[in-house]
């Protein structure tokens, strides 16, 4: 036959084929409703599925050397049909090739599959070799710590890394950073990989220094807050340093809040003895310093000392006024009493003799020199004073102290520091009170106190102080306790409010269960609450 007319009759089949698929679905259907079998379909069908049979099971199995089912070897060339051929592989696959076909992994689960969220997979690269690709040298010289690190997550997470690894200077081998603990450094990354926020007293202001220096703001914020949080007159002095350099003025404000409030325990701090000349001048130009200036002035002597031994020096008199220089100037010396100056300052040497004899001269002279020292008291703070009763009142046979208990409970919205309480004193003429007041949270006695007050006989409260005043949280509820002893009948409030607004702090008042004389809410002692905020 002519080649053209073979290619004729070749498309002519195709085609055919092809009709009858496109109207296989219809003739079905005509059979179905006619209940027509006739047991077979037309050739060219049997044709084309025998063909697509035949290319599934080469893709499936490939035509190697196959076991029948008597165990004689056979090869796909020696079938005598495609259909043979089919059910020899088949009986051949192995319960093995099976599962990996339908995609059942008979390995154990990898780690990437055992770890279903980005932030749980990220996390397992945390300090990893695994898939690293640059090394970073942690610490000074001695100390330092290797660590594995992938650009990438650096990158997406702080702009400095960003530029460090994909800028211009782009760096390709080992990076030192010798300014950063490797501590801290590790909560940075931890941080970076999983967004995990652990940080610990020790290690949070070198954690703040890392999350600055690599522009990593929410760090940066979580460390300001755990530092306020545990904020307290111990520290209060080295945080302000700290702050400063860091430039965090919530947290700056946040220490001068407890360094004016607690100055006498501020300043006697082992932390004030570590902070920078810088910080130390600014903390004696303080004018709100809430204390005597014989303690600012111990304070400075302390820190001299610290500082000759930091630069090397012994601490004599020569040497502290060269580490002090013009901060001697600040401490306002001609504000103490006389026998305070005469027992402390004149003998501490830090003057010079001609510096004493003039200080002399101003607190006994007419006609006072001039001195280089300040002369104006510090203005310290005013304690303002809550006042829970809206009228007090008195009778003959209502309030008597017999040694018992009159406790309240209290809130704030705001934090501040409780200096003492104000009490009703005698309804019959003047009186000495021994009194005990205590402040409590959750049964832990916060500050206590023992002392003495002479009441007048008027309807007027009396004030009593705490040795130092007590920071105070907000939303939190303390208990403030007194026991009198004296005169035992006693003006008494009434009319008590739950809540009241003092400045801008707002108080909650509920009822103790340590009260055991009668005071509540509603009437009783303790009228007021003596606070610095």
Known sequence: MPTADCRLLHHGRIMKCLTFLLLLPETLKKSKKTGKHTGSLPVCYEILTLSLKKKMAAELYPATTNLTNNGTTVT???????????????????????????????????????????????????????????????????????????????????????????????????????????????????????????????????????????????????????????????NACVLLSQSRLFEEPELTQRCWEVIDAQAELALGSEGFCEIDLQTLKIILQRETLNTKEVVV??????????????????????????????????????????????????????????????????????????LDFPLAQRQGLAPQRCHRFQSSAYRSNQWRYRGRCDSIQFAVDKRIFIAGLGLYGSSGGKAEYSVKIELKRQGVTLAQNLTKFVSDGSSSTFSVWFEH?????????????????????????????????CGKVTFQFQCSSDSTNGTGVQGGQIPELVFYA
């Open 297 to 370: 002035f111990d304070a400075m002597m302390s820190w001299a000392t610290a500082e000759c031994k930091r630069q090397g020096l012994r601490a004599t008199t020569h040497n502290k006024r060269s580490v002090l220089g013009k901060a001697l100037y600040l401490v306002r010396i001609p504000t103490m009493t006389l026998e305070e100056f005469a027992d402390g300052a004149a003998q501490s040497d830090i003057l010079t003799l001609e510096e004493t004899h003039d200080i002399f001269l101003w607190y006994t002279a007419a006609t006072k020199p001039k």
């Open 469 to 501: 005043p007590v920071q105070v949280e907000q939303d939190a509820f303390y208990t403030v306790s007194v026991v009198l002893d004296g005169n035992e009948l006693s003006y008494f409030g009434q009319e008590g409010m739950t809540e009241v607004q």
């Open 76 to 234: 796909a060339s020696d079938k005598k049909s495609d259909v043979q051929v089919t059910q020899s592989t088949t009986t051949a696959t192995t319960p093995t090739t099976q599962q990996n076909i339908n995609n059942n992994n008979v390995d154990p689960p990898s780690w990437q599959s055992s770890h279903p969220t980005l932030r749980e997979r990220n996390a397992l690269m945390f300090n990893n070799e695994l898939m690293a690709d640059i090394h970073l040298i942690v610490g000074p010289p001695g100390e330092s710590q290797k660590v594995p690190v992938h650009k990438y997550v650096l990158a997406v997470g702080s702009s400095v890394f960003c530029a460090m690894f994909y800028g211009d200077l782009a760096e390709e081998s080992e990076i030192h950073i010798p300014d950063v603990e490797p501590a801290a450094f590790l909560i940075l990354l931890n941080y970076m990989y999983s967004d995990a926020i652990d940080l610990e007293a020790d290690t949070v202001l070198a954690t703040l220094y890392a999350a600055k220096k690599y522009i990593v703001p929410a760090l940066a914020k979580a460390c300001v807050t755990f530092l306020e949080t545990s904020l307290e007159a111990k």
